[in-house]
């Protein structure tokens, strides 16, 4: 009786935070912690909230940037799902989509910045990589500024890797689970890699534990051979 009293207490103020397609199932504790509150999507996913920005917001993962935790916004991409489409920005300043790489395999090097070694490093060798690879696109995505992207790519002659940039308000750092939350980089891309195969679906993930190591290119690339 007492959580439905405060559900109900508390659902009009709550409901401008909360998108239609979730419910809230029950306080964190019986103090009304209004900071952390647990809400369930229909759809069976479970997470937290957290106050980011003066509104409720669901954390779901966590990494770490030089030893300290650092929370993810939304749910990280799982394997065997449909990959969410997504529309970024090139260095032209035109939209690209996923669904223009219908029908081949797909890399997604995600990351905070190409002004950080391990960034830039890590486009290098996919850069090299893709080159041998047969039927598959590899996407560089963070929230550089396509401008910054640009001179990157001219400057080291990177021509096997499409750049896009996440600048502009798009869903994809939520669909895809990678937003810091806090932290120092809040705001901006976690590193992750992910791997879309030719039927539109997840074939590999991996969220880097570290932000400041780089990515497993190894494993990556078996999941498109």
Not at 112 to 119: A, G
Not at 138 to 146: E, F, G, M, N, Y
Not at 154 to 173: A, H, M, Q, Y
Request: proline letters at 4%; aromatic letters at 12%.
């Amino acid at each position: 009786q007492s959580v439905r009293y405060a559900l109900l207490k508390f659902a009009i103020p709550l409901g401008v935070y909360f998108k239609l397609n979730t419910r809230v199932i029950s306080l964190w504790n019986n103090k009304l912690n209004l900071e952390k509150v647990f809400r369930e999507h229909i759809w069976g996913n479970s997470c937290f909230l957290y106050k980011v920005n003066f509104k409720y917001t669901c954390i779901m993962a966590t990494t770490n940037f030089k030893g300290q935790p650092v929370k993810l916004i939304g749910e990280f991409i799982q394997v065997g799902k449909v990959a969410p489409d997504f529309e970024l920005v090139k260095t032209d300043l035109s939209s690209f989509s996923l669904k223009d790489l219908n029908g081949k395999n797909v890399i997604l090097n995600i990351f905070p910045s190409l002004d950080t070694s391990v960034c830039a490093t890590s486009v290098r060798k996919f850069n090299k990589m893709a080159a041998g690879l047969k039927d598959t696109v590899v996407l560089a995505i963070s929230k550089d500024l396509p401008f910054a992207h640009g001179r990157f790519c001219t400057t080291e002659g990177i021509e096997n890797v499409i750049p896009l940039s996440d600048f502009r308000f798009s869903d994809f750092d939520e669909s895809y689970g990678v937003r810091m939350a806090d932290g120092p980089l809040a705001g901006l891309l976690a590193r992750a890699v992910v791997v879309i195969g030719k039927d539109g679906k997840i074939a590999y993930t991996e969220l880097v534990p570290e932000i400041t190591q780089e990515p497993d290119y190894d494993k990556a690339l078996a999941a498109v051979k």
